[in-house]
């Protein structure tokens, strides 16, 4: 069985200050990783992923997270806060293969509030 | 390529009621995949439709039930409606080299009254 931690419901910051949202997850299997980004009475959009190969990856409008095996961990983080980035973040994983299960398990989500 | 479709956009039932919920998928995409999202249980997984088959299922009654149609869209049906059953209801479509990557529908909000 797999599971995601999003520690923390709500998380506000400044604009133009460093963005960190924290996601820990289990997994029997090596795993695939998602960070997706929901706007209010939208669907969800994806900021990035990891599935093999290098470790940090980069995402859509400046976000990036690192995988850390060893701290079954995938931090989403963005240099510097844009008003726009307030909206809803989902951290997901899957089995680390694409075929019989591409189910995603969620985390309960981190909603980003940013300060002017 | 136009994204995922799913309509209604917004209905609004009554307990007792049933429902069907559509999702048209991104083209050439033949897994689709519903979620339900509500504030307190979050996102959910219902289950994956690949060709037609059911390939996964989620820990919901047996009220809620699915197909896919040849061309990959999808159906999601809920019968004899409850007062939780009221959520976002999310479709999502995934290719094969996609990485389990799934994209996903603007979703339709059922209010049960």
């Known amino acids: 069985a797999q599971s995601v931690t999003q520690l923390g419901s709500h998380v506000s910051v400044s604009e133009g200050a460093l963005v960190l949202l924290r996601c820990n997850y289990s997994s029997s299997v090596p795993p695939y990783l998602f960070w997706y980004v929901q706007y209010p009475n939208q669907g969800l959009q994806l900021l990035l992923k990891y599935t093999t190969g290098a470790t940090l990856v980069k995402g859509i409008n400046g976000f990036e997270a690192e995988f850390k095996k060893s701290e079954t961990s995938f931090h989403l983080t963005k240099p510097s806060a844009h008003m726009s980035d307030a909206a809803e973040y989902f951290c997901?994983?899957?089995?680390?293969?694409?075929?019989?299960?591409?189910?995603?398990?969620f985390g309960k989500g981190i909603t980003l509030s940013v300060r002017p | 390529k136009a994204g995922v479709t799913q309509t209604p956009r917004y209905l609004i039932k009554t307990r007792g009621q049933q429902v069907t919920l559509s999702c048209s998928p991104i083209s050439g995409h033949r897994s689709v995949s519903w979620y339900q999202q509500t504030p307190g249980q979050g996102l959910q997984f219902l289950f994956e439709y690949f060709s037609e088959t059911q390939r996964n299922k989620g820990n919901f009654p047996g009220r809620f039930s699915g197909r896919q149609f040849s061309n990959s869209r999808s159906e999601m049906n809920v019968s004899t409606l409850e007062l939780g059953d009221s959520a976002l209801y999310l479709c999502?479509?995934?290719?094969?080299?996609?990485?389990?990557?799934?994209?996903f529908g603007p979703g339709t909000r059922l209010t049960v009254l």
């Open positions: 999502a479509s995934s290719s094969r080299d996609s990485h389990n990557e799934q994209f």
């Open positions: 997901a994983v899957s089995d680390g293969y694409t075929g019989a299960n591409s189910k995603l398990t």
